[in-house]
């Protein structure tokens, strides 16, 4: 609210931008943790850290190519151990373009066979999130049933039993 003046500026190789300098405001914004959160009168010195870098995400386990599971699953990670991660999936009757919150493992399912895309963002408690999230792309393809073997009668002549399809 009043006077504020930056004296030094340095990047790191993440990105985060540090400033520091010095400030008159009595409502000069601190944050949670820092060393002195009240202003004293004159001029305070301040040192800050800008963080505008997104976390990188990383699928680790789960299906790519083709699978017959109806329910698979996926594990990913991120660079920032305290990310927190949105999911999406699109194919035959997702709800496409949607993200929602997740956890690694996400099982995803049970889906129909085709065409698939998992895709899941990493989110630092900054907000900050990663503007390339990792995807994996599948088919799912589940086996027929087994034929499974008439039980029971028969014919008492030993005849095999004729079928006949009515409709269909």
């Known amino acids: 609210s009043l006077n504020e003046a930056g004296f030094g500026i340095a990047l790191d190789g993440r990105g985060g931008l540090y400033v520091s300098g010095s400030t008159d405001s009595p409502g000069f914004p601190t944050s949670a ?83 698939y895309t998992f895709s899941v963002r990493a989110v630092d408690a900054r907000g900050n999130a990663d503007d390339t999230p990792a995807a994996r792309t599948f088919s799912v393809v589940t086996p027929p049933p087994a034929p499974q073997s008439c039980a029971g009668g028969g014919r008492s002549d030993g005849q095999p039993i004729g079928v006949s399809i009515a409709a269909g």
Do not use: W, Y
């Open 33 to 115: 943790g820092a060393i002195d959160t009240t202003h004293n009168g004159g001029l305070d010195a301040f040192a800050m850290k800008l963080d505008v870098t997104p976390p990188d995400t990383t699928i680790t386990d789960g299906p790519s190519g083709q699978t017959d599971s109806a329910t698979p699953s996926f594990s990913f990670t991120s660079d920032d151990a305290g990310a927190s991660f949105r999911c999406r999936l699109d194919g035959p009757g997702a709800a496409s373009g949607s993200e929602q919150p997740c956890g690694s493992p996400q099982v995803v399912g049970p889906l129909a066979d085709g065409a």
